[in-house]
């Protein structure tokens, strides 16, 4: 076991991408006793930063020193032996094996030669439990359990392997606010026993829970210090540089006619039970109907069907009174649907394709992109850069590769392509995920835009406050159903999060 | 009839059993090898040049084992360079896979073509009949009037099981073919783990291929193995990564290869080709019904890991 | 630039040294190998129309194949492919003889190119349909092609004056002259496929870049998850890539009989099969690479077998070679394409010549607060 951890430095760590400056000169000091919040947009540097400390990458220039004496991390196993333990937002867990097994392969060292010793994994496990107030069950398998138990599994996890530092990556990403609540209060308790690096983006969290705070941009400090003195605007007024005034849905609703109504669905899942399990909604033109839940309720699988991607089993999907359910992709994607997946690297985009051939993607076959078999290059060339000057889509020129951009660029040709459709409507699943701010408030803006044309859209995310700033109304996805839907002005944070868990309005 | 069949279906087994339990590890670390066959290839020939270089000298009856010893240890280096070029590299595996299997084909009939170039029998591995067992009517000789090396194949099976999911390595191979980035961040290191699996199943496929030359055939000819590399990569698939279920497979594939002999020997009239087309046929259906298990496999299976990749 | 030269080189020095070992095992000097493959055949004007004579199917496979791997489809069928193409094409012009050659020679070879696109169908279908992985099914079905083969060669499409003799040397009978490629420069073997093979590549090149039939091809191939969401079927593209490589394999075996040898024989695929993929790969999957890259291999596999009649090195060899070829390329690729091995080698070269680890930044202690 390694000995405590009193304080870890980061000093003037540099990491470099190709093409791209992560991590410029940053230095962060986190002590024993306090939680320190590691601050900054989507692409800022800090995972890449926490990647440094637990000998995932290795730093360009600069160090790092625990408890005054530099280490130098060369693998994750030299970073886990000096006791750095980390917590991805993804988790790192192997789901067809067991916590006890996940747990086990960690302590592989201390196995005898031959046999595997699970026992002493179990124990382990259980004493960690134990002592620090997070029950996991040692012989589960991880892929049958939730969200948050996973989590808490993956802390469980970390200290089992002899963490004196913890280090969260986004760890309320995935979590309802009562499950986010939660965990905050178990962080506070673990707090007093050994130091706690978190990272987040959402300020809120890193007023009620850092003692310290350090907030990065493109990749360099720009503030460091005690959380008490910064309200969240001025933090945020910090993360991004310049004020923030977030875009908001101010327009009434109107009073348009029904584009999209789903009913009753029931659509399977790859496991075999029922995914989407009788879900209905509607969504009328000239609105923005949120989709709220925690991820896991059906949304993938609904977002599938609606795209013609997924067999539906059962009800039915109407687009302006068209029936689609069970209709190929190109048959809804004539019919007026457009689609912002959530995948925005594989799914959105054929990343070595050049950005004009992206965004002709769903409608070379015709033309004027195509006369006859053959392709019309010209107009392929045209039409992108129209789109780029609408769209404000940075590349040096339309025939770099798409795969090259940035996540937020990416997104803007994704963008780009489905609105130059005019769509009756569109499904947007989490837009905004990993984007930077400048992009978000621009993606955010075209959506209003596309609301006040009269197109119907259904925006799926699991950033609340973005939810609760575009839609018209809200509904809350659980266990495959849409448990209810609350009007815009009325949703706050604990009465979705009520629902998200289950609990009936 | 179907004595026979059983009798000569288990040993033709083994060599393709081998291959397969070898290719299983392989593939539970996240890497296919379809170089398998150019390892068996080399393997076989290696099986059987001791055998031939001592024909007429006092050392012959070493010449299996040397034979063996030599195929594994190619076997592993071949192994290696796979890992050379699929892990350290990170090159699309089947490709890859397509030239290992052309380098030791190529190199094997190159060598035998230079220095023997005909058709040389060898003596080979003379049988070891269980004592009592092997006196049970029907069964005994199915079962128990075989080679050591078949014996010690077919224990192979629950030992590579064992091997798999009660040792600490097999935890760490099916942690690197599923999840390989959980395994990274405990401090596990991939591309040793992966390197590991596939040395190993060079050796095992080096030593499938001796068996074929060395027990089997007798023999060696460039066109030997005659595709059983890549049928024991199919097997993994249709075994579902399990080697009781390769060792049903082996079987199945053999027995049909028994079953064409069986037939002429027993004077029905098929053409010999058709039979020989057979077992290859069948793979193809047994690969269409178990096409779709791919999701029960290793999720990593096929995809080289970048630690530095950006997430 | 001189990253991408450098990693060539150095993938191309390691196949020429394993290859090497492989030489010196069976005595022969690699030296003299070598320079009797690359150069031997230049030596002569009949050799050197020898490589064309190689070429001409070359090109063929690797067209095909360079259209199923940008589909996504890893095709390595082309020798069953090649087989089927063969029997079909020899089929049609044994029974229809008294056909004017205008006829009769477009229809053999269009025979031969649809017996291929059929027999690549069936693993292109296997894979859209039911998921089975294209490599090992078409591998398999290449045995049965061979089987296949040998039996109506032995047997229903033998020769009969074979039988009458009694040599029984499995071939067909000789095909009529109506189907016969004319010859392009006398006394020599080379004909009018290779007008064939040229025009085939320029076709492909506009298939795979000028139609949207191409671009939707290549989409399904580089990412088949966002072709999908775009409405382009992916599972058809799938089947259409094998048709085209099939038909492309099946026409080079139907050229090579009615271009070469004017009849079926035993050994006739000579392994173009195998190194038609090399070619593909080797020519960046472009026609503009392929073209070149066979008449390399072809002065390769004429090379070699000259080196197996003067030097005695088995022509074996050749698959030695192509089969670090490949090793060579897929391991190169993926240095010149991936910028991080790029940085990675940089880091470790920095490493070796300096002396020790790098001495760490003297950097000023943890940040000031609220630096502005």
């Known amino acids: ?505 | 009839m179907i004595h026979d069949v059983l009798a000569l279906g288990v040993p033709f087994s083994v060599g393709l059993l081998l291959a397969a339990l070898g290719e299983n590890f392989n593939q539970r670390a996240g890497v296919f090898n379809l170089g398998c066959e150019g390892v068996m290839s080399v393997g076989a020939f290696l099986g059987f040049l001791p055998s031939y270089l001592f024909a007429t000298s006092p050392l012959l009856p070493w010449a299996p084992a040397v034979g063996f010893a030599l195929a594994a240890a190619v076997g592993l280096c071949l192994g290696l360079l796979f890992a050379l070029v699929t892990v350290a590299f990170r090159a699309p595996q089947g490709i890859a896979g397509i030239g290992l299997q052309m380098l030791g084909w190529g190199v094997a009939g190159t060598i035998f073509r230079h220095f023997i170039g005909g058709v040389v029998g060898i003596p080979g591995v003379a049988a070891w009949p269980i004592p009592v067992l092997s006196r049970i009517p029907f069964l005994g000789d199915v079962l128990f009037r075989h080679d050591p090396v078949v014996y010690l194949a077919f224990l192979f099976v629950p030992a590579s099981a064992w091997l798999i999911h009660r040792t600490p390595w097999g935890l760490r191979v099916r942690a690197v073919g599923t999840h390989p980035r959980a395994a990274d961040t405990l401090g596990i290191g991939v591309a040793r783990v992966r390197t590991e699996a596939l040395a190993l199943g060079g050796a095992m496929a080096g030593l499938g291929g001796a068996y074929l030359s060395l027990c089997q055939a007798r023999m060696f000819a460039d066109d030997l193995v005659a595709g059983r590399g890549f049928v024991a990569v199919a097997l993994v698939y249709f075994g579902r990564w399990s080697p009781l279920g390769i060792m049903g497979g082996a079987l199945l594939f053999s027995l049909a290869q028994a079953l064409q002999l069986a037939l002429q020997v027993a004077g029905i009239k098929f053409p010999y080709e058709f039979a020989v087309m057979l077992p290859y046929a069948l793979v193809v259906i047994v690969l269409a019904l178990a096409g779709r298990s791919r999701m029960l496999g290793p999720a990593a299976l096929g995809r080289p890991y970048d630690r530095e990749t950006r997430v | 630039m001189l990253w991408v030269v450098s990693v060539v080189a150095l993938a191309g020095l390691a196949a020429a040294a394993l290859s090497s070992l492989v030489l010196l095992a069976i005595g022969a000097s690699p030296w003299a190998t070598f320079v009797t493959i690359f150069t031997g055949p230049l030596r002569d004007s009949f050799t050197a129309s020898e490589i064309g004579v190689r070429a001409v199917p070359l090109v063929l496979v690797a067209l095909g194949t360079a259209v199923a791997f940008r589909s996504g489809v890893l095709n390595i069928g082309a020798e069953g492919q090649m087989l089927l193409g063969i029997l079909a094409c020899t089929a049609v012009a044994l029974n229809a003889p008294g056909l004017p050659w205008p006829v009769l020679l477009p229809l053999t070879l269009l025979a031969g190119a649809l017996a291929g696109a059929a027999w690549g169908a069936i693993a292109g279908w296997l894979r859209a349909r039911l998921e089975v992985n294209e490599i090992l099914s078409t591998v398999m079905l290449n045995y049965i092609a061979a089987q296949l083969y040998t039996f109506l060669l032995r047997g229903p499409m033998i020769d009969p004056d074979e039988l009458m003799t009694g040599s029984g040397t499995p071939q067909s009978m000789r095909l009529p002259r109506g189907a016969w490629l004319s010859r392009l420069v006398p006394g020599t073997r080379l004909h009018t496929g290779l007008l064939l093979a040229l025009s085939l590549a320029f076709l492909v090149w506009v298939l795979l870049w000028r139609t949207t039939l191409g671009y939707r091809l290549r989409a399904a191939g580089a990412e088949p998850r966002a072709a999908r969401y775009a409405g382009i079927r992916v599972e058809r593209s799938l089947v259409i890539a094998m048709l085209v490589a099939g038909a492309m394999a099946g026409l080079a075996g139907a050229v090579e009989v009615v271009g070469v040898h004017h009849r079926a024989i035993e050994a006739i695929s000579g392994g173009y099969g195998f190194a038609g993929i090399v070619v593909a790969l080797f020519g960046g999957l472009h026609p503009a690479g392929i073209v070149p890259a066979a008449a390399f291999f072809g002065l390769m596999l004429v090379g070699a077998d000259m080196t197996q009649r003067s030097a005695g090195v088995p022509a074996n060899m050749v698959l030695v070679l192509e089969g670090l070829i490949i090793l060579a390329i897929v391991s190169a690729g993926m240095f010149v394409r991936n910028p991080y091995a790029q940085e990675r080698t940089a880091r470790l070269v920095r490493r070796l010549f300096s002396k020790g680890p790098p001495a760490p930044v003297a950097a000023a202690g943890p940040a000031a607060e609220g630096d502005p």
């Open chain 1, 1 to 505: 076991m390694a000995e405590p951890i009193r304080e870890l430095a980061l000093c003037g760590i540099t990491k470099r991408f190709p093409g791209v400056l992560a991590c410029d000169r940053v230095s962060l000091l986190v002590r024993r006793g306090e939680v320190h919040a590691l601050v900054g947009e989507n692409g800022a540097g800090k995972s890449t930063l926490m990647n440094v400390l637990a000998g995932l990458y290795q730093p360009d220039e600069g160090r790092i020193l625990v408890n005054g004496a530099p280490v130098h991390f060369r693998t994750p196993a030299d970073a886990c032996a000096r006791g750095v333990g980390m917590v991805h937002q993804h988790f790192m867990l192997v789901p067809s094996m067991t916590v006890a097994e996940n747990v086990a392969l960690g302590l592989s060292s201390l196995h005898r030669r031959l046999r595997l010793d699970l026992e002493k994994a179990r124990r382990r496990v259980a004493e960690v439990s134990d002592r620090y107030h997070l029950p996991a069950e040692p012989d589960a398998p991880v892929w049958q359990l939730s969200v948050g138990e996973q989590q808490r599994v993956e802390l469980v996890k970390t200290l089992c392997l002899g963490a004196r530092l913890l280090v969260l990556d986004e760890p309320t990403s995935a979590l309802t606010p009562q499950e986010t609540d939660d965990l905050l209060e178990r962080l506070k308790r673990l707090a007093a026993e050994l130091p706690v690096v978190f990272i987040s983006h959402k300020l809120a969290e890193v007023k009620a829970l850092s003692h310290r705070v350090t907030i990065l941009r493109r990749g360099a400090v720009v503030f460091s210090g005690d959380t008490a003195g910064k309200s969240t605007a001025e933090l945020a007024a910090l993360l991004t540089g310049h004020e923030v005034r977030p875009v908001r849905n101010e327009a009434a609703s109107g009073d348009g006619a029904v584009v999209l109504a789903v009913r009753e669905l029931k659509i399977r899942a790859d496991r075999g039970h029922l995914a989407v399990d009788g879900l209905s909604l509607e969504v009328r033109a000239g609105e923005i109907v949120g989709l709220a839940g925690v991820s896991g309720n059906g949304q993938r699988e609904l977002s599938d069907a609606l795209a013609g991607l997924r067999p539906v089993e059962g009800g039915s999907i109407r687009l302006d009174g068209e029936e689609l359910a069970g209709e190929p992709p190109r048959r809804i994607i004539e019919r007026g649907m457009g689609y912002v997946p959530e995948d925005r690297h594989q799914e959105g985009i054929v990343p070595s394709f050049s950005v004009k051939e992206n965004l002709v993607l769903k409608d070379v076959a015709a033309p004027p992109f195509s006369a006859g078999p053959f392709l019309r290059l010209r107009a392929i060339e045209e039409h992108a850069a129209a789109l780029r000057d609408r769209f404000d889509i940075r590349c040096a020129s339309t025939a770099v590769a798409a795969g090259a951009l940035s996540g937020g660029n990416i997104q803007k040709v994704i963008l780009a392509r489905e609105l130059s459709r005019r769509p009756r409507a569109l499904l947007a699943a989490y837009p905004t995920r990993g984007v930077d701010l400048g992009a978000t408030e621009f993606i955010h803006g075209q959506l209003l835009a596309l609301r006040a044309s009269g197109a119907a859209v259904l925006l799926v995310s699991e950033e609340l406050e973005e939810l609760m700033a575009l839609s018209d109304r809200i509904a809350v996805v659980y266990r495959g159903r849409i448990l209810d839907v609350v009007p815009g002005r009325e949703a706050t944070r604990e009465r979705l999060g009520r629902l998200m868990a289950g609990v009936e309005a």
